[in-house]
């Protein structure tokens, strides 16, 4: 093996991560399927592989497969697989059992700052000029109202659920979805539920609360199936 063959296939293997649109955690393919998809032999794509790992661009658990970045330091294995695995259906029904609860939660606790904070968000998604701007101003607004729940064990679900949505199955789900709904649509319908969320929340309506953050989830749910939202 030649150090340009090595090379050349280092560069094919990183336009493939990149064209497949590749998150953090994902799982690449088993060797031999890898290296039929960059033209290399698997001697020559375990090289190019053991290069990543040593510029921490991946990383290999024995019996688990490779998975792209830093090996993770703090959270288990098992954790990351599920996460992998998750399906946008599965994500999205996890979200409709636990989201409008929280938004309940946080119609009964939230503070002074937390109603600032929300407000701000939906703000912020008012005026998102781009795919990422929205994706990081909802982001922001559903990190939001679970932290105005004031309870950790909740917060840290609504993360796990987060990390899911960054996933590649999410993404490619959700890239079909915003090439048909676009930015109009997250800085005019999905920023007013949004407001109608905080509006509950403000006026320490629960049942209000619950039932908005619902809709707004059944809104997102109806878009990413090919439905029309309902307003």
């Known amino acids: 093996m030649t150090r340009s063959s090595k090379d050349d296939a280092l560069v094919r293997l990183r336009a493939w991560i990149e064209a497949e649109g590749l998150s953090v955690g994902d799982r690449l393919p088993a060797e031999r399927r890898l290296a039929s998809r960059i033209g290399c032999s698997r001697e020559t794509l375990r090289a190019a592989l053991d290069r990543l790992e040593a510029e921490g661009e991946i990383w290999r658990h024995v019996g688990q497969g490779t998975f792209l ?17 998750t399906s946008p259906r599965d994500l999205m029904d996890a979200r409709l059992l636990l989201e409008p609860q929280v938004a309940a939660a946080a119609a009964r606790r939230a503070g002074a700052d937390d109603i600032g904070l929300l407000e701000h968000c939906v703000s912020a998604g008012r005026t998102a000029r781009d795919r990422a701007g929205c994706e990081q101003a909802d982001s922001a607004f559903h990190g939001a109202v679970a932290g105005a729940a004031r309870n950790p064990v909740l917060g840290a679900l609504l ?61 997102i749910d109806a878009a990413i199936s090919g439905g029309q939202p309902s307003a």
């Open 69 to 85: 970045g830093r090996r993770p330091a703090g959270r288990p294995l098992r954790d990351r697989l599920l996460i992998e695995a």
């Open 159 to 219: 993360s796990y659920l987060s990390d899911a949505r960054r996933r590649a199955a999410w993404q490619r789900e959700w890239d079909r979805t915003y090439r048909r709904i676009g930015v109009t649509e997250f800085t005019g319908l999905h920023s007013d539920q949004h407001a109608e969320v905080v509006a509950a929340i403000a006026r320490r309506d629960a049942a209000a609360a619950e039932a908005a953050m619902r809709r707004h989830l059944e809104t």
